[in-house]
């Protein structure tokens, strides 16, 4: 290259402002080439080797001409028509190793999309999570997803649909049969549960009812913070006769935030 900028200098033309601005167009062919070599150099291999084989052909073309130009005792205008080819075909493979280099980053945020949308699904999401630690192996959520993943984790629509019983479960155990009860003040205390009227919503209070209302508008709400929240304001009782579903509102949460954070760090990469 050094030898084909000093020929274009130095031609016949005559034309030293001419020569000039080809010499400085050399210089940028150069030092783009050299950078196009180095980041080459850092894709990987399994995408590298098309953009190399590119970088090789400019660099032979870029030769041919240093002999041309040497030939016909550096001609500008020649010169120039072939230096402008060259620019062109630069821009063409610079084109192509950026697109290159992105690919590893749109394959991670396709992979943690296509996690999040599993997720979002509900049950087991464990082919969803392999995938993207294949393209994310080094990701800190990783560990805590594949724990998750196998046994699966509720859909939002599953938590509503078992929130009814949930709550039914949680009121009734505000006010437990009395132990010594016998048959018929049981079956009687169980009809008065089922048909218990209990408040939709949000509404005021401490009572159980009350706080299991707000628990079940909340998971509506899609807000599951507050509706553990909620679920912790219960008395004891009505506490374990809801620690099953709770726990399932928390494997949600955690599964959610788990995502929420992987994709945050693959938008990022």
Do not use: H, W
Not at 13 to 19: L, P, T, Y
């Amino acid at each position: 290259m050094a030898a084909l900028k000093s020929a274009v200098e130095t031609g016949g033309s005559g034309d030293g402002a001419a020569a000039a601005a080809l010499g400085s167009r050399l210089d940028t062919l150069e030092t783009t080439l050299n950078a196009l070599e180095t980041k080459v150099a850092t894709l990987p291999q399994d995408g590298a080797g098309a953009a190399a084989e590119d970088v090789a052909r400019l660099a032979g073309r870029i030769d041919t001409i240093e002999k041309a130009v040497n030939a016909a005792g550096a001609q500008t205008v020649d010169a120039e028509g072939r230096i402008a080819a060259l620019e062109k075909s630069l821009a063409d493979i610079a084109e192509k190793v950026e697109a290159q280099a992105d690919q590893p980053r749109i394959a991670l945020a396709i992979a943690a999309s296509a996690l999040k949308a599993a997720v979002d699904r509900g049950g087991s999401f464990a082919s969803e999570v392999e995938t993207f630690a294949a393209v994310a192996p080094e990701s800190p959520e990783l560990a805590d997803l594949r724990a998750l993943a196998k046994e699966g984790v509720p859909s939002r629509a599953d938590l509503l649909a078992a929130a009814p019983d949930a709550a039914i479960a949680m009121i009734a155990a505000a006010d437990p049969v009395d132990e010594n009860a016998g048959i018929f003040e049981r079956l009687l205390a169980s009809a008065g549960t089922l048909v218990k009227v209990r408040p939709i919503g949000v509404v005021e209070g401490d009572g159980v009812d009350a706080i299991v209302a707000r628990m079940e508008a909340a998971l509506k709400a899609g807000d599951l913070s507050r509706a553990l929240a909620e679920y912790e304001t219960l008395p004891e009782g009505s506490k374990a006769a809801g620690a099953t579903f709770a726990d399932q509102i928390r494997l949600r949460q955690k599964a959610e935030e788990l995502v929420d954070r992987a994709l945050a760090g693959a938008l990022k990469a």
